[in-house]
């Protein structure tokens, strides 16, 4: 079944827009762990906008504490561009997971796949470093442009990740419209070619409460998706603890029907 792993990137936001500690974003974590979720990712960037480097340290080490008091497995996906300070940190805190993105350093958020043909030296170096050093590397792919390029699959298949994450945001878009069974299969589509090369798939971008369902039905084979900005958006009407639970009830009911 499908794991939820979720980013707490909006948490710092909001903690920085005072520039003191509430809200606790430890605590938040913490609560988020024991609310159900089986995963927390997190987006460090340049400018320290949200999660700064030392976030990314500090929630480190209380996930490997709560591995080691409960014995729970809650995995730690660290997001980013393969900048060398960004692979220095992964490298140091030796995260469950590393999705690499090719966003610009001034980029809003993620915003697109990557290109596997025209970066694929960059990426055979960075995603061989990750693996020698055990941690599971995942790279952001966009299935529109994925699909219709052999030369892009060619080099997914050099690189060999162990997962790609499909960056979803045209599935979001497209989701309430006449073009989501037509977006969706292309999603699938790009599922078969990457399984085809071993490798795992996640999923994630603009996900919520209202399209995850209907993914995880059409794809089941997704191991983990990454939700953040929406999950914090719904739990100011419903509270975090019955947010979360909302969205695991989402993904259970996704297998079961």
């Known amino acids: 079944m499908t794991k939820l792993s979720v980013n707490v990137n909006k948490i710092a936001t909001l903690r920085n827009a005072r520039g003191k500690n509430t ?109 020698e050093r055990g941690i599971r590397c995942s790279l952001f792919l966009e299935p529109k442009v994925f699909n219709s390029d052999k030369k892009q699959q060619e080099a997914l298949e050099q690189i060999r990740p162990h997962r790609i994450e499909l960056y979803t945001e045209l599935y979001a878009d497209d989701f309430s419209t006449f073009q989501r069974r037509i977006t969706t299969m292309l ?22 409460l209202e399209n995850l369902g209907y993914l995880l039905q059409t794809i089941p084979k997704i191991e983990e998706v990454s939700i953040g900005h929406a999950l914090i958006c719904e739990s100011l009407y419903c509270g975090l603890k019955e947010t979360i639970q909302n969205y695991l009830n989402v993904i259970k009911n996704a297998f079961n029907s």
């Open 187 to 208: 999603y699938s589509q790009s599922v078969q070619v990457v399984q085809k090369m071993n490798i795992g798939i996640n999923a994630g971008h603009d996900l919520n």
């Open 23 to 131: 809200p606790n974003l430890l605590k938040v974590t913490q609560d988020i762990i024991n609310y159900g979720a089986e995963g927390i990712t997190v987006h460090p960037r340049p400018d320290e906008r949200h999660i700064k480097k030392a976030d990314a340290i500090e929630i480190s080490k209380l996930i490997k504490k709560v591995k080691s008091d409960s014995k729970k497995h809650i995995e730690y996906n660290i997001e980013g561009y393969p900048s060398s300070d960004f692979i220095q940190l992964i490298s140091d805190l030796k995260p469950d997971q590393c999705t690499l993105v090719p966003d610009p350093p001034d980029a809003i958020t993620s915003c697109a796949g990557w290109n596997f043909e025209k970066n694929k030296g960059l990426l055979l170096e960075v995603v061989s470093h990750l693996q």
